[in-house]
């Protein structure tokens, strides 16, 4: 089967602690983001990479770190710089950066941080 | 600052009727929208696409209407049922590069 998995599906935290999600893409898809989602309020790009060794900064970077040694992974790093980090995180993968390559999403990670 | 957003939090469809989920976004330069479907606990899924020459597009029982006069998009739903129960976000990209920006959701409730 292909297609996107993040783990763990939820994830708890103390705070002042770094904690990285996992992002893995079995599609050969060059481009992956990570977004994240809080109630009320539609999903905010947080980094993206349209290609392996090559990431951008999204609307709401600040906190967070990201890594694309391998095409398939994407990890990102939450830190504790990151003032408000409880939320559910959806990483995404399209085949392009184009705008109108579609783009899948995973399952999402709920993290919160106590 | 330009954003996407949508009228309406919640909708409550009988099933078998039909839905239609309204979205208005502000940015005059957006040239591509995308609605997604999200369940409970789950990522969003693309269901359709439609390009700013175009008004209207058709799917597998939906379609998406487009006014760029009035910078408004709605998704429309034939024969609602229980398994459209989710939350419906619109999206816009007026980038050159992949950057969609999301409007905050309607969740459509059907009932049996």
């Known amino acids: 089967d292909g297609g996107i998995t993040q783990s763990p599906k939820y994830l708890f935290r103390k705070e002042g602690q770094n904690v990285t999600l996992s992002c893995e893409q079995n599609?050969?898809?060059?481009?992956m983001y990570w977004y994240r989602q809080d109630p009320g309020q539609g999903l905010r790009l947080i980094y993206y990479?349209?290609?392996?060794?090559?990431?951008q900064k999204g609307d709401i970077a600040e906190g967070y770190s990201v890594s694309r040694e391998k095409k398939e992974s994407f990890p990102l790093t939450v830190t504790s710089a990151q003032k408000n980090p409880t939320a559910f995180y959806l990483c995404a993968s399209s085949i392009g950066a184009r705008a109108d390559n579609e783009q899948f999403f995973g399952p999402g990670t709920r993290l919160t941080v106590l | 600052g330009e954003s996407v957003g949508l009228h309406l939090p919640t909708l409550s469809v009988q099933e078998g009727d039909n839905s239609i989920i309204n979205c208005a976004y502000s940015?005059?330069?957006?040239?591509?929208f995308i609605w997604y479907k999200q369940e409970s606990g789950k990522g969003p899924q693309f269901i359709i696409d439609i390009r700013s020459n175009m008004d209207k597009r058709q799917g597998q029982r939906v379609t998406v209407l487009l006014n760029k006069t009035v910078k408004h998009l709605s998704l429309q739903i034939a024969a609602t049922q229980p398994g459209d129960s989710a939350v419906y976000f619109c999206a816009e990209n007026s980038g050159g590069y992949q950057k969609v920006t999301f409007g905050t959701g309607t969740k459509l409730q059907v009932i049996p």
């Open positions: 599609l050969n898809h060059d481009a």
């Open positions: 990479s349209q290609i392996v060794n090559d990431f």
């Open positions: 940015n005059s330069a957006s040239d591509y």
